[in-house]
């Protein structure tokens, strides 16, 4: 769902499944961030992707700097690639879908490989429920 902020000023939000991206343009374009090395632990935006060999060979073929980088933990392995935006800001592609989804709520969550949905209230189990079913049919 896209929501845009018009005449406002306020960017467009992108927003589903408890999950939003709010986009902003700057006021002052000759002041932004200036592109630095990559460093994987430096700020930045992660995006899950399908396929990391189709986003390197994009890479490679646009001529954008990248590094690859593989994190460990609990045997749980998770490729990434790290690069700038056009405007300097650090982007990460990576695997993120071999992690596990964990509830903070502690109840048991739903997941798929590209869509994970959030736990709602008990009183609103209904929308609940057919959140749950429209999850389970774009999972098929």
């Known amino acids: 769902m896209a929501h845009g902020g018009g005449s406002l ?29 990559i460093n994987p632990k430096d700020n930045h935006i992660s995006f899950q992707c399908e396929s ?15 590094i690859q980088s593989v994190v460990e933990e609990g045997g749980i392995y998770v490729d990434q690639l790290f690069f700038h935006d056009p405007d300097g800001f650090m982007i990460e592609i990576c695997n993120c879908d071999n992690l596990p989804v964990i509830s903070l709520s502690g109840e048991p969550i739903m997941a798929c490989k590209r869509v994970s949905l959030i736990p709602q209230p008990q009183q609103q189990q209904p929308q609940q429920q057919q959140q749950q079913q429209q999850h389970q049919e774009s999972c098929a």
């Open 9 to 37: 000023g306020l960017g467009d939000r992108l927003f589903n499944y408890g999950i939003g991206i709010h986009l902003l343009q700057s006021e002052d374009p000759e002041n932004m961030p200036k592109k630095r090395e």
């Open 52 to 66: 990391l060999a189709a986003v390197e060979k994009q890479l490679k073929e646009m001529g954008i700097t990248y």
